[in-house]
């Protein structure tokens, strides 16, 4: 029973690059969020896919941030022309469709992409 | 603002000591969760309370969700070194997709 994988772990680049992260959600999860997360603070929403439909974007989305989910199964995360500021935990989690998760709705996490932007 | 306020931010205690953690708000959550993240690595998930007034346990740690459903504490007895690292309270409100998280709480246990 494989949980959420994230690739990679670690990225380390310069202020200008683009960069691309994936997210493999538990096989039988159909949704997918990414959140934020910087030091010392708890994670924060970035956006979240229904199987293919991404359905919900964060304002913390500016327009150089990009996610997809082709096929309902991974995701990717772009980031265009990083930005300093961009330094960060970035974590996927995913979750049982509406009809399985019942009341509880639980989220389950990868390990996280640290991004660090000289 | 932040929606969920945790504290205390920080918390150092001697091993075998007992602590709480609060996560407070003024919305009701339709559930709530407790995760536990160590450095470098994401949150894993400890507990989900659902039900006002609900009480779950977990060998030494101890959840309970208040009967409005807006606030939670964790209390853990006799604290060990294991114990350390950040743990953060979560919560979906009303009808939302996405979890709004506390900022968090680190604890250290000394031995």
């Known amino acids: 029973d494989t949980g959420v994988s994230q690739d990679p772990r670690h990225k380390i680049t310069k202020r200008g690059q683009n960069v691309t992260f994936r997210c493999d959600p538990i096989s039988e999860h159909n949704r997918l969020y990414w959140y934020r997360q910087t030091l010392g603070q708890g994670p924060e929403f970035l956006t979240y896919?229904?199987?293919?439909?991404?359905?919900?974007k964060s304002r913390l989305l500016s327009d150089r941030f990009s996610a997809e989910r082709p096929k309902g199964s991974f995701s990717t995360l772009e980031i265009q022309r990083t930005e300093q500021g961009d330094s960060a935990m970035y974590l996927c989690a995913s979750s049982l469709p509406f009809r399985l998760a019942g009341i509880y709705n639980e989220q389950f996490f990868g390990p996280g992409t640290r991004l660090t932007v000289l | 603002t932040q929606l969920l306020e945790q504290s205390p931010q920080f918390l150092s205690i001697q091993e075998g000591e007992n602590l709480t953690v609060y996560c407070n708000s003024s919305?009701?959550?339709?559930?709530l969760q407790w995760y536990r993240q160590e450095p470098g690595e994401g949150p894993v998930l400890l507990v989900t309370v659902v039900t006002g007034g609900e009480v779950k346990k977990l060998k030494r740690l101890t959840f309970q969700f208040g009967d409005a459903r807006k606030d939670s504490s964790l209390h853990i007895t006799a604290a060990q070194p294991g114990d350390t690292g950040l743990y953060l309270c979560a919560g979906l409100p009303g009808s939302a997709r996405q979890l709004t998280f506390g900022s968090g709480t680190q604890l250290t246990v000394l031995p």
């Open positions: 919305s009701v959550f339709s559930s």
């Open positions: 896919f229904q199987n293919e439909a991404q359905l919900e």
